[in-house]
């Protein structure tokens, strides 16, 4: 599969698309300066070969080019073992998620493929990774001093219920009567 991303070329050069590996016999496709990415759409070959053969007869102005995209394809309708595009083609899963559409219609690209938005790299619920991680630890730190502050203010609630005989009470030990004994003076 052939798609052309961007296709500017001048009246004076062609370029010839050959459904094969060489650039001889009929040519599939000449593309010249009166078509354009629009006007050509996907190119699709037969063979697992493609010749490009790229002719010109001058210097056109600058500015003047074009970017392919080429793709190697499976069109099965029942077994892939790679990615599934929503027009049902078949391509590798390496092909996923790189900014390149091989599709045609873009779904390699998107959430279909599990695609991250390049704006989401890095980040972590729209946070930077570094902003996630000190919003955690400060979070972490608030619920503490919370929980501790409320530990102490229970304990200090149970304090002030008790009475105040059971705040300085001396211990109930058994009272021993205390012996005198006496000894004889010298």
């Known amino acids: 599969m052939l798609r052309f991303e961007d296709l500017k070329l001048g009246c004076n050069d062609h370029l010839f698309i050959y459904d094969g590996a060489h650039a001889y016999g009929s040519y ?74 091989h ?6 690209e998107s959430s279909h493929a599990f695609c991250l938005d390049a704006d989401m790299m890095g980040k972590i619920l729209g946070v930077t990774v570094g902003a996630f991680i000190v919003i955690v630890v400060i979070t972490f730190i608030a619920c503490f001093v919370c929980a501790s502050g409320v530990a102490i203010l229970v304990y200090k609630h149970q304090r002030r219920r008790m009475p105040p005989s059971h705040l300085n009470a001396a211990p109930n030990y058994p009272c021993k009567k205390p012996v005198l004994i006496f000894s004889p003076c010298l």
């Open 28 to 101: 599939k496709v000449d593309l010249s300066c009166h078509k354009n990415e629009h006007h050509v759409g996907t190119i699709y070959t037969r063979t697992n070969f493609v010749t490009l053969k790229y002719v010109t007869y001058g210097w056109d102005h600058t500015g003047n080019g074009f970017k392919l995209v080429l793709t190697a394809f499976k069109d099965t309708p029942l077994e892939c073992r790679g990615f599934r595009c929503q027009n049902n083609l078949c391509i590798h899963n390496d092909l996923t998620c790189d900014q390149v559409n």
């Open 103 to 108: 599709c045609g219609d873009n779904s390699d």
